[in-house]
């Protein structure tokens, strides 16, 4: 679920990288969470009909369809779990739904970007990193029915022009590779530096996520997770230093809860080196507004220190 959130939080930056390119027209973005649900339904619908829709179009209504029957089928799973009466055909038939405009807008999104020339236009580079974030729903909801139903053959994979299976880090490396100067393609970066991360391939996770800083028309919000994870990847190595300003290029960047979030773990890791209160104020100066910040953060850590720990239960 939490990949979930974050694919569509992506997916609305994605349409945001887009519209703010004044010299760049582009067509208007899936929307992920709406409350006229009806009425949107049958736009999408209406829309879906007309035979001048260009493949970004296309896929983006499809998403926009996909996802208004999740965020229904959502609701009637919710109002089940109260013990209220609950269409159970109707729910499988949103599922049903949405699966299938999930996959018929991959397969325009491949379609789409087969017959692009490479090096990829901006424009393109929106319908590959909206193919990178729907191949990573089509893969999450294959793992899902796997775990489910061990038997199931479904992926998340595509397939690109020369026939190689592709998956959504493969794309995201089409990405970056055949649009490096793309807003997106720092996005990309990202996503192949947290999955690097992930697999404990710290080396190719750093070089990713240095390139998205590198990205010249990337977004405030993408560098500086990129940098709040080269924090990390630099402690991780030993490097307090270095992953300290990281952290402060963070928080300079990032918005107020990447702020905290940066604080938090600074003050946390300070502390657990066991250095003195004054030492720690010293180290947080450009990772909080003032002094009277870093001592409260400081003492809130360590009353959390203090507090024991709920013992598990032994067999």
């Not at 973005?29 to 709406?34: L, N, S, Y």
């Not at 009466?85 to 049903?96: K, N, Q, S």
């Not at 003050?267 to 910040?293: F, I, K, Y």
Request: aromatic share 6%.
């Amino acid at each position: 679920m939490h990949r979930l959130a974050w694919a569509a939080c992506l997916l609305s930056a994605s349409w945001a990288h887009a519209q703010s390119d004044a010299d760049l027209p582009m067509p208007d973005g899936a929307v992920i969470f709406v409350p006229e649900r009806g009425a949107l339904v049958a736009d999408a619908d209406a829309t879906l009909r007309r035979t001048d829709l260009t493949w970004l179009r296309r896929a983006q209504v499809l998403l926009q369809r996909a996802e208004l029957a999740e965020a229904r089928r959502f609701e009637m799973l919710d109002r089940r779990v109260r013990g209220e009466g609950v269409d159970r055909t109707e729910a499988e038939a949103l599922a049903a739904q949405a699966a299938s405009d999930f996959q018929q807008a991959s397969n325009v999104l491949r379609d789409g970007l087969r017959v692009r020339p490479r090096p990829y236009t901006r424009e393109v580079g929106v319908g590959v990193w909206t193919w990178v974030l729907l191949l990573d729903r089509l893969e999450t909801r294959a793992t899902a029915r796997r775990r489910t139903a061990p038997t199931a053959s479904a992926t998340g994979s595509a397939t690109d022009a020369e026939g190689a299976d592709l998956d959504a880090e493969a794309v995201a490396a089409l990405l970056a590779t055949e649009c490096p100067d793309c807003p997106l393609a720092a996005d990309a970066h990202v996503y192949l530096g947290d999955h690097a991360y992930a697999r404990a391939d710290l080396d190719a996770a750093r070089a990713h996520f240095d390139a998205a800083v590198s990205v010249a028309r990337s977004t405030d919000s993408i560098r500086a997770y990129a940098f709040y994870k080269l924090g990390w990847l630099a402690i991780t190595t030993g490097d307090t230093d270095a992953g300290l300003d990281a952290f402060r290029n963070a928080r300079r960047l990032g918005n107020p809860y990447l702020g905290r979030t940066v604080a938090r773990d600074a003050v946390g890791l300070l502390l657990a080196q066991s250095l003195p209160p004054e030492a720690v104020v010293e180290q947080l100066r450009g990772l909080v507004e003032d002094e009277a910040e870093a001592r409260a953060l400081i003492e809130r850590e360590a009353e959390r220190n203090r507090r024991p720990r709920v013992m598990e239960r032994q067999p």
